[in-house]
T-cell receptor
Framework: AQSVAQPEDQVNVAEGNPLTVKCTYS??????LFWYVQYPNRGLQFLLK??????LVKGSYGFEAEFNKSQTSFHLKKPSALVSDSALYFC???????????FGKGTRLHILP | DAGITQSPRHKVTETGTPVTLRCHQT?????MYWYRQDPGHGLRLIHY???????DKGEVSDGYSVSRSKTEDFLLTLESATSSQTSVYFC????????????FGQGTRLTVV
């Protein structure tokens, strides 16, 4: 069965600094990987996904993520954080050939002015 | 936003009563999912559907049942609500291609007293 781990409950970053939100996954086959963001009292919004090909994936709002098969990781990154990036971020995985999409526990990102 | 409507948006119910949450989509997507979101647990998959009358269990299915009699509707039923089922429930949809992301509804906040 697939699983996702987000090892940090919270990440604090100063505005203008680069940010990284970590995600590792476990699947029996090949993964589809996703990042979502949730703002207070809202549903989840899709940010980006890795399907195949280039290990560096670019998404919405200047976010990108790097797929590393050997480390089974899919870390979310942004070169320069904004206060408005403060939110709850979820990593998700889908094993190819499986219908389920499994989410991590989420990481709360605080961008400090 | 994808055409997903959850109803009701808020509900307070008493322990032991049955509760049904509805997810309605206008996208004609194949897959539909029910998740619950709880602090410290992130998003956990309850049940999902891969077609009309085709459903399967997720990570935390005990105490829940689902039905999908039409492509557009996916119902989640708590047969006898318990306080541990107090949560925010999210419906999500994705199309037939396994490599596509899921789109989320706005959520239903359920309180069992």
């Amino acid at each position: 069965a697939q699983s996702v781990a987000q090892p940090e409950d919270q990440v604090n970053v100063a505005e203008g600094n680069p940010l990284t939100v970590k995600c590792t996954y476990s699947v029996s086959g090949n993964p589809y990987l996703f990042w979502y963001v949730q703002y207070p009292n809202r549903g989840l919004q899709f940010l980006l996904k890795y399907i195949t090909g280039d290990n560096l994936v670019k998404g919405s709002y200047g976010f990108e993520a790097e797929f590393n098969k050997s480390q089974t990781s899919f870390h979310l990154k942004k070169p320069s954080a904004l206060v408005s990036d403060s939110a709850l971020y979820f990593c998700a995985v889908r094993d190819k050939g499986d219908d389920k999409i499994i989410f991590g526990k989420g990481t709360r990102l605080h961008i400090l002015p | 936003d994808a055409g997903i409507t959850q109803s009701p948006r808020h509900k307070v119910t008493e322990t032991g009563t049955p509760v049904t949450l509805r997810c309605h989509q206008t996208e004609n997507h194949r897959y539909m999912y029910w998740y619950r979101q709880d602090p410290g647990h992130g998003l956990r998959l309850i049940h999902y559907s891969y077609g009309v009358k085709d459903t399967d269990k997720g990570e935390v299915s005990d105490g829940y049942s689902v039905s999908r009699s039409k492509t557009e509707d996916f119902l989640l039923t708590l047969e006898s609500a318990t306080s541990s089922q107090t949560s925010v429930y999210f419906c999500a949809i994705s199309d037939y291609r396994m490599n596509t992301e899921a789109f989320f509804g706005q959520g239903t906040r359920l309180t069992v007293v």
